[in-house]
């Protein structure tokens, strides 16, 4: 087997500054190294991933047949290392006040990235499996290490032995399509499965429905969400953010891996789990959202009614359909990191998470209200922001593969979310502040990271054609 | 009009828009720019939409002044001119941007005095003006569709925030009921671009393909769309939001939402189900002329009920759209025109009303009725103001409201003569409430709780002045908006005799 260690180059940079961090931290009072250092190698390390995936684009090798590099793994590896970078960026100030251990953090926020990749660009179950692994684990420590607040041990140990139940779910499914596929690779199960399945019909519908179920899990869709709302709430605010970002896209890209690739041929037995699948996320997510008075539960659900969204795209799954997905999760994760960097820049300030607590900050701190206000506002698809082209998009070429019901609980549900996102808008405009009304500032970090997210949904929302246009020619791959 | 007058057009909603980033960078102490800049632009929007509307040649193309500028094609299910930036405009169009110029220059003016975040209400208020005056002009859905939702989204803070009665309550009824009907236009469009299989948005190529879609998805589709820009147009029974969306809006805002906004509704149940679903907008006709004599019947009696000025000029609105729409399923030229010179006419009667209330009820803090007599005293230019824009609402020959009432009516009967009888019923009914208004606050004894009313200010004289000039002109000399208005009703829907 040849192996060309060279394609791995922005995942080995990666590792490296994990144990960068690790060993920084590790000898911190030796060297003297601040936690700010830290941050900044570890954004340091994803901006040099970064940089170095922009090398990959229009490649089209595979690394020994397990992991493939060609333009779908360019679009998550910049997508990931993307938001790695404003994720720390965003929250340095938080980690530093409200994280037991720095260096472990930053470094776990790398390896998880890493873990995210490969399961996008797996070509095999079992490596496949193992990104999945690297990834939780990572999350499952990130999430239990806030400071002195008992909620975050609870989430994570709630998110561990789900997540266990989950991975082994997805590990029994797994093991059913290779025994009766013969291989763990994509490519030869599905030249098997495309031979027609008569003999062992009900093994591989039993492993499809684990595999969804595992999967499901992962994305936090319905009936497989409930672990979600208890994790974000516990986890500290920047865990939360990139919970709800690198572990929704890269389970979105590996879906899309598996259902357009080895899966395919079985699509008339999982396009109907998908679609129960689909409809329950988005009504339940957004029903249960109606009833939140916590930012972060609040958000919990909203994403999980985002993932229903995007399930559909699998249930009219095509090239077009595809791509319509991608930029979606695109303008999607650009949204949710806006609210997020803005939620953390509030929490540093006032310490509050509750809804009511946003009362007056048009007043206190006008900026930030505007970017939240931004920010939901796309969310629930309005239009010259994100989420309204990149909703219009998704559910137009869901309706055109012939989905027009689907495509319609989708808008109403997304019209059901406008209303709860207006009622956080209420709160900032409409009453005036209690307790301190004066003025503040945010840090220079905190502008700036807003300020770069929100130009990039009101420019998302009008011109996306660039995204699209990447979006597109990652899923040409798989479509070939 | 030449095609370059194209940028013009492209103009009409930048302008507004570079108008609310221009103001996102005056700081809100700077009142004066403020005004200069908000004064300057609605000034200039004002001279574009009538010479727009001068310019548009009647007896040439349908489409005029069409420009397309490429934006995003050939990537996913788009091909080529997949999403453009596509402006042109016909004769229904061109009266629709003269009545938002006339409107929006108005508003600008009678907000000056707002003192509360002057400068955010500006940028609401300016991208909301944007909204309207892009989807009027657009010839691509899916920034059609764009631009109509843009200018709904300001709402909801512009009356939550700056708003009176129940403003709360009123903001968030509104916002949801109209959001909640584009869900209707969101899949109707989902619809019509499947249907057709096209992979662009631009209107022309789907004027054309339209109608051969199946009979049977006509069907299915219009009434989605009906409803929901209906809803936006204040149609029975989606109506509830518009009176306490306008009891609680303040001034500016209600000028601009009865005024143009609500004609945005009664403009999209044209383009995209009159022009786009032929078939559809055929079978449905019966069931908008029933609709719009409900509406105009129950708008009238509601107003007769009501003790809030604000509110009988809310139900008066529905019942006066109720004519929109019962001309709209006329299906001849005579009756459609009329409902296109319905929007206008009730565009600037409504929005001098609001106007005139909005200028009183900053001074009382009051809009009850039976509170106030004898006001022709002690507000006089008021007073003639407020008579001018009642006479055009009950349909006094040469004004605007006669002209466009005219039209319906005579379509209406032609069509089913029981419902143009009704129709004459309904505005005996608006002549009632009116006068009997106009009789309570004008004259009778003077109510000296209100002795140190002051006259309304000269900006908004000046504001009633512009609107009423309109109602007068459109009044006395109809010619340049039936020219327009029915040669392009004649030329753009399929089957209309």
């Known amino acids: 087997m040849d192996l060309d260690y060279s394609l791995l180059i922005p995942e080995i940079i990666l590792g490296l500054t994990a144990v960068g961090v690790t060993l920084a931290d590790a000898f911190r009072r030796e060297l003297k190294v601040t936690p700010t250092a830290l941050a900044g190698l570890a954004v340091l390390g994803a901006l040099g991933a970064l940089i170095a995936s922009l090398f990959y684009i229009d490649e089209s090798k595979n690394f020994g047949g397990l992991i493939a590099i060609d333009n779908f793994t360019a679009f998550f590896r910049i997508l990931l290392t993307g938001v790695l970078i404003v994720v720390i960026i965003g929250s340095y100030e938080f980690v530093e006040r409200h994280i037991r251990n720095v260096g472990e953090f930053y470094s776990l926020l790398l390896l998880s990235t890493v873990g995210g990749i490969f399961m996008t660009s797996a070509q095999e179950l079992l490596t496949a499996y193992l990104s999945i692994e690297l990834l939780s684990f990572s999350l499952y420590v990130a999430v239990s290490l806030a400071k002195s607040d008992i909620r975050s041990g609870e989430a994570g140990l709630k998110y561990v032995l789900l997540g266990g139940v989950a991975s082994a779910m997805l590990l029994y499914g797994l093991s059913l399509i290779y025994g009766t596929a013969g291989s763990t690779t994509y490519s030869e199960i599905a030249s098997s499965f495309s031979g027609g399945i008569e003999d062992f019909e009900l093994a591989v519908l039993i492993g499809l429905a684990l595999i969804v179920g595992g999967l499901g899990f992962k994305a936090s869709a319905v009936p497989f969400h409930m672990w979600t709302p208890d994790a974000y709430e516990g986890a500290p605010l920047p865990v939360t953010a990139y919970l709800s970002a690198t572990s929704k896209a890269a389970t979105f890209g590996l879906l899309l891996r598996v259902f357009s690739g080895p899966l395919l041929p079985l699509i008339d037995d999982w396009r109907w789990m998908l679609a129960t699948m689909s409809v329950a996320t988005m009504v339940v997510g957004n029903l249960v959202a109606l009833q939140q008075t916590n930012i972060k539960r609040l958000l919990a659900y909203s994403s999980i009614g985002q993932v229903g969204f995007m399930l559909m795209a699998f249930v009219a799954l095509s090239s077009d359909a595809s791509s319509a997905l991608l930029l979606h999760l695109a303008g999607y994760l650009i949204t949710n990191l806006a609210v997020f960097s803005a939620i953390i820049a509030f929490h540093n300030r006032t310490g509050h998470e509750e809804i009511a607590q946003f009362r007056g900050l048009a007043e206190t701190q006008p900026y930030l209200a505007l970017v939240i206000t931004v920010g939901l506002f796309s969310l629930s698809g309005m239009p010259l922001l994100a989420g309204f082209a990149t909703k219009f998009i998704l559910f137009q070429s869901v309706a055109s593969e012939g989905y027009l019901w689907l495509a319609a609980v989708a808008v109403i549900m997304s019209t059901v979310s406008l209303y709860y996102y207006l009622q956080v808008i209420r709160q900032m405009y409409l009453y005036e502040p209690t307790g301190d009304a004066s003025r503040w500032r945010l840090s220079p970090a905190g502008y700036g990271v807003t300020g770069i997210l929100s130009a990039a949904i009101v420019v998302v929302g009008v011109y996306f054609g660039p995204v699209f246009e990447a979006a597109d020619r990652a899923t040409r791959v798989l479509f070939s | ?497």
């Open chain 2, 1 to 497: 009009m030449s095609d370059s007058d194209g940028y013009l057009l492209l103009a009409l909603f930048l302008v507004p828009l570079g108008t609310a980033a221009l103001l996102m960078l005056i700081p809100s102490r700077e009142r004066s720019a403020i005004v200069g800049l908000t004064g300057l632009s609605s000034f200039a929007l004002f001279v574009a939409s009538v010479y727009l509307f001068v310019r548009f040649d009647f007896e040439g193309a349908q489409f005029q002044g069409v420009q397309a500028w490429d934006w995003i094609e050939n990537v996913g299910f788009l091909g080529e001119h997949g999403i453009q930036i596509k402006v042109g405009m016909d004769g229904m169009a061109a009266s629709m941007v003269l009545l938002t110029g006339i409107i929006g220059m108005a508003g600008t003016w009678v907000s000056w005095k707002i003192q509360h975040r002057l400068k955010d209400f500006f940028i609401l208020f300016y991208v909301l003006l944007a909204g309207v005056f892009g989807t009027f002009i657009m010839l691509d859905l899916f920034f059609w569709f764009l631009l109509y939702e843009t200018a709904v989204l300001p709402m909801y803070l512009l009356i939550a925030v700056w708003g009176s009665t129940r403003k709360e309550y009123g903001a968030m009824k509104l916002m949801m009921m109209l959001v909640g009907a584009s869900i209707m236009i969101f899949t109707a469009i989902f619809g019509i671009i499947s249907a057709t299989g096209t992979d662009t948005f631009d209107l022309q190529v789907l004027f054309n393909a339209g109608p051969g879609i199946p009979r049977d998805t006509q069907l299915l589709l219009f009434p989605l769309i009906a409803f929901g820009c209906g809803t936006l147009g204040g149609m029975f029974p989606f109506h509830s939001w518009s009176p306490d969306g306008h009891a609680a809006a303040p001034t500016a805002v209600s000028m601009v939402h009865a005024g143009v906004l609500m004609k945005l509704g009664a403009f999209g149940i044209i383009r995209l189900g009159f022009q786009l679903l032929p078939e559809g907008a055929e079978f449905w006709a019966p069931g908008l002329i029933v609709i719009g004599i409900t509406a105009a019947l129950y708008g009238a009696i509601s107003a007769m009920r009501q003790t809030d000025l604000k509110l009988m000029s809310g139900y008066s609105s529905v019942s006066h759209m109720g004519y929109v729409f019962m001309g709209l399923g006329t299906l001849n030229v005579i009756g459609m025109s009329g409902a296109v010179l319905q929007m206008f006419a009730h565009g600037v009667m409504t929005a001098l009303f609001f106007l005139l209330i909005g200028g009183m009820y900053d001074q009382a803090h009051n809009r009850d009725i039976p509170n106030f007599s004898g006001m022709a005293r002690q507000m006089p230019i008021w007073t003639v103001f407020f008579v001018i824009g009642g006479m055009a609402s009950l349909g006094l020959p040469g004004m605007s409201g006669f002209v466009a009432e005219v039209h319906i009516f005579i379509g209406a009967f032609r069509a089913y003569p029981v419902v143009g009888a009704l129709a004459v019923l309904t505005a005996a009914i608006t002549a009632t409430y009116l006068l009997r208004m106009f009789a309570q606050v004008f004259f009778g004894e003077m109510n000296t709780r209100w002795s140190d009313l002051k006259e309304i200010t000269y900006a908004e004289r000046a504001g009633a002045t512009v609107l009423a000039a309109s109602i007068l002109w459109l009044g006395i000399w109809p010619a340049p908006w039936v020219d327009r208005i029915s040669t392009t009703i004649a030329n753009s829907i399929p089957g209309v005799s």
